[in-house]
């Protein structure tokens, strides 16, 4: 049994959507894992996650529900208005009705929009950035906790949840290898049918230019004083950063 906590708590969960659902615990729709489409991008979001048709899809009855905190709670711990919420909300219900959604199934989802190549890894990577409290599962908090941060946070505030990304073992530093790791996860999910190719080497080579840019003391890791200074200083990447403004 789950511990009473952040991930079992209910307050007001009508507020959440306007409607008697499974979490007013009448009902508790099944048939989520594979259905749930979360962001699979960081600059991503499938379009049924922001949906707000209020229409509900039937489903059959499921002993596993997780109820969300309450929307005030939600709105304080988050940038997102009431409405917001709603919307975000509302389609997090429809596409993964049990509430929650595990590694394996996040893969299987993330699979479909990259079936070229293997996003497998990648998306565990993605996963476990969305996944704080590493309980191998993520709920609607742990979505809009890192949305959040992701559309509505400073500068600083993204470039430390990308650090946090990047950073596989969670010591506070990116080593090579960690990097090489992604690079290779990006690369393989792109797969090896792009055009123009994708050189063998060229993960490899990212890498290295990854650490000429970033590593300024070169003692091998990058820290995160390290890479927020150097992103901050790219003009390209603070270009990227704009985009998440006006997502929703």
């Known amino acids: 049994m789950r511990s009473q906590g952040r991930k079992e708590s209910l307050s007001e ?9 499974q979490l007013t615990g ?22 049924s996650l922001l949906s707000s048709n209020s229409e509900e899809d039937e489903f059959e009855l ?5 109820r969300p905190e309450g929307l005030e709670q939600l709105q304080e711990q988050t940038k997102f208005s009431r409405k917001e919420l709603q919307v975000l909300y509302r389609g997090f219900k429809n596409e993964c009705p049990t509430g929650l959604v595990n590694e394996e199934n996040f893969k299987q989802i993330y699979s479909q929009f990259f079936p070229q190549g293997d996003s497998g890894t990648y998306a565990a990577f993605l996963f476990n950035a969305f996944d704080t409290d590493h309980d191998g599962s993520i709920s609607f908090e742990d979505f809009v906790a890192g949305l959040s941060v992701i559309l509505r946070g400073t500068i600083d505030d993204r470039l430390s949840w990308a650090f946090n990304l990047y950073d596989l073992n969670k ?12 690079m290779k996860s990006i690369y393989d999910m792109m797969g090896k049918y792009t055009y ?16 000429q840019k970033m590593d300024r003391n070169k003692d091998g890791v990058v820290t995160i004083e390290e890479f927020i200074e150097s992103c901050q200083k790219d003009e390209n990447i603070m270009r990227s950063m704009q985009l998440f403004d006006n997502v929703i």
């Open 171 to 182: 010591d506070g530093c990116i080593t090579k290898e960690e990097m090489l790791d992604i």
């Open 196 to 211: 123009p190719a994708m050189r063998e080497e060229a993960p490899r080579e990212h890498v290295e230019n990854f650490f």
């Open 13 to 21: 969960p009508r507020d959440l959507d306007g409607s008697y659902d």
């Open 26 to 47: 009448e009902s508790c729709p099944a048939g989520g894992g594979g259905r749930c489409k979360l962001v699979l991008l960081p600059a991503c979001l499938p379009p």
């Open 62 to 66: 499921s002993t596993v529900c997780h």
